[in-house]
């Protein structure tokens, strides 16, 4: 990561997922086991500051944002989740030629937690929504409202509210294009995987 800055303020786009795992690592916490969805939240609110390099020019604004999702997606085997993502569009043509010409790409890295069911998370499906929706800018105090209102639907939500302090199961930092969803598992690096597995053994 060259073009990492020492106040840690600039990062090459495919550097940005390793960049958010060393922060969680900063904070004496695994990024495939974080230790709680408010402890996390601490630090992408952090990684939301730190700028991307290699972002597509031309987007009007759009080529950088973020969203909170929940819910029981088919990739954590319909158990509740909680994920904190941050959407790129990308400038991959130096990387990856395109053979027909350049075309920008619109890249998805996220922070996922999921949970053991319980009660208080029953109806995590069926909330009348399931997610902030993308909130692109940068700066100012526009962004800062808008993180504010991701906290404000946590606070007046109580199956989040509950989520918000319990413990993840596991957790995993996914980055790639955005589109359909695969489950994590299946780009499980070894430690990943040896930590799902331990759950599964525990949990079924």
């Given at each position: 990561m060259d073009r990492l800055l020492v106040c840690g303020v600039l990062v090459l786009w495919p550097d940005a997922a390793e960049v958010l795992r060393d922060m969680i690592r900063d904070q004496r916490s695994d990024p495939n086991r974080?230790?709680?969805?408010?402890?996390?939240?601490?630090?992408?609110w952090a990684f939301l500051a730190i700028e991307v390099d290699g972002l597509e020019p031309n987007q009007?604004?759009?080529e950088d944002g973020f969203e909170v999702s929940w819910g029981r997606p088919s990739w954590s085997d319909s158990l509740?989740?909680?994920?904190?993502?941050?959407?790129?569009?990308?400038?991959?043509?130096?990387?990856?030629?395109?053979?027909?010409?350049?075309?920008?790409?619109?890249?998805?890295l996220s922070l996922d937690m999921v949970f053991r069911d319980q009660a208080a998370f029953a109806d995590i499906g069926e909330l009348n929504t399931q997610g902030s929706g993308v909130y692109?800018?940068?700066?100012?105090?526009?962004?800062a409202d808008a993180l504010r209102e991701v906290l404000?639907?946590?606070?007046?939500?109580?199956?989040?509210?509950?989520?918000?302090?319990?413990?993840?199961?596991?957790?995993?930092?996914?980055?790639?294009m955005r589109g359909?969803?695969?489950?994590p598992v299946e780009n499980f690096d070894v430690q990943q995987m040896a930590a799902y597995n331990e759950w599964r053994a525990r949990h079924g």
């Open positions: 974080v230790e709680s969805p408010e402890s996390a939240w601490r630090v992408f009007a604004g759009r509740p989740s909680l994920s904190f993502c941050r959407h790129l569009t990308v400038d991959a043509s130096a990387a990856w030629p395109a053979p027909t010409g350049h075309a920008p790409e619109h890249w998805k692109h800018g940068r700066t100012g105090p526009a962004m404000w639907e946590v606070e007046h939500l109580p199956t989040l509210q509950a989520l918000w302090r319990s413990n993840p199961l596991w957790s995993t930092v996914s980055f790639g359909l969803r695969s489950r």
